[in-house]
Every structure is written in C-alpha cells, then in structure tokens.
C-alpha cells in the first residue's frame, strides 16, 4: 500500500535547505558519507551504465549502492527488449531512478545541487 503525502527528506538535507515544517529534528542519526562504489562484477551494459549516469550523480553515497546496481540492471533490461518488459519492472525502474534522483523533478526534491568548487560537505557545519 502507498503511503500518502511528501516522501520524508533526510535529517541533513532539512538542516542545508532549512526546516520548512519546523518539526523537531533527531540527534544523533547517522549520516551516510563517502562516494558510491561501483560494483566489482557488474556486466558489460551495466557498467556502461554505471559509469554514464550513477558515477556522475554526486549526491549518491555508499548507502544507494544496492539501489544503483538495481537501477543499472533494469535500465539494462529495458534497452535489450523494451516491449518484453513487464510494466511492474518498468514502474520500479520508474521508482528507481526517481530514488537515486536522475530526474529533474526528483533532484530538485532531494536539494541536490552542483558543487561549486567546494570539497567540504556542506552540512558538516550542522553535524559535527
């Protein structure tokens, strides 16, 4: 069953974007850093993939691996035979990419923004 209403933004992308429903704010929650890794025995297509869309995504970290390696085999899938592709695969390949932010609509939600020359994260000032 869905669950209705705005999808929960992580604790530190309300810190960075502000608290826009002033609810109190965990301490203490764990906070995922470090780039994603990319698989060791990923296909050929699926790296390929790999590299073009989930290597670039920046805002990804070690935590949206699995998430990605799925993505990259579905999208693979899709490309080989679009027609055969059942529509329940196709909707999660949908929910997939929409997660991970590869769509507009879904990188304006998650805050996802281009670093501007800036090695530091930019919540680290929040957090520590």
Not at 47 to 52: A, I, T
Not at 103 to 120: F, I, N, Q, V, W
Request: hydrophobic fraction near 35%; aromatic fraction near 6%.
């Amino acid at each position: 069953m869905a669950i209705r209403g705005q999808k929960p933004k992580a604790t530190h992308l309300r810190l960075v974007n502000g608290n826009a429903g002033h609810r109190p704010i965990p301490a203490g929650e764990p906070v995922p850093i470090g780039n994603v890794e990319k698989p060791a025995k990923l296909p050929k297509r699926q790296g390929e993939l790999w590299d073009r869309f989930i290597a670039r995504a920046f805002w990804l970290t070690w935590a949206d691996g699995p998430k990605a390696m799925m993505w990259c085999h579905l999208q693979a899938e899709f490309e080989k035979s679009p027609g055969k592709m059942v529509s329940s695969r196709i909707g999660q390949l949908r929910a997939l990419g929409s997660e991970l932010g590869l769509d507009p609509a879904s990188r304006a939600r998650l805050g996802a923004k281009e670093p501007h020359g800036e090695t530091k994260d930019p919540s680290a000032k929040y957090l520590d």
